[in-house]
Nanobody, 125 residues
Framework: QVQLVESGGGLVQAGGSLRLSCAAS????????MGWFRQAPGKEREFVAA????????LYADSVKGRFTISRDNAKNSVYLQMNSLKPEDTAVYYC??????????????????WGQGTQVTVST
């Protein structure tokens, strides 16, 4: 049974930081391509960041580039999202997602096989 469990969300003031974690089980994590997505109320789920199985390749949405950093620890079956300089428009439920291999359409939620339950991030002004 595959499980992706996110944690680390919360309420933070604009300009602050949060670090999200996603713990995976039931998959071969060390060979999985991992992504973070987010969904704000009334909006579609959107790509935030993704990382290759080795961590050697990372991809970011333009809206978070330079502020967010994705990383992974294969020994801990975990992927992380360090979020700095947070803005109110970053407010959303953040989801961790996994797929077995890289996809050219890594930004498309439909390309991912497994999802976590999400963690709420709220950035106040």
């Amino acid at each position: 049974q595959v499980q992706l469990v996110e944690s680390g969300g919360g309420l933070v003031q604009a300009g602050g930081s949060l670090r999200l974690s996603c713990a995976a089980s039931g998959i071969t994590f060390s060979s999985s391509f991992m992504g973070w997505f987010r969904q704000a109320p009334g909006k579609e789920r959107e790509f935030v960041a993704a990382i290759s199985w080795s961590g050697g390749s990372t991809l970011y949405a333009d809206s978070v580039k330079g502020r967010f950093t994705i990383s992974r620890d294969n020994a801990k079956n975990s992927v992380y999202l360090q979020m700095n300089s947070l803005k109110p428009e970053d407010t959303a439920v953040y989801y961790c997602a996994a797929r077995a291999s890289y996809s050219h359409s890594y930004y498309n939620p439909d390309e991912y096989d497994y999802w976590g339950q999400g963690t709420q991030v709220t950035v106040s002004t």
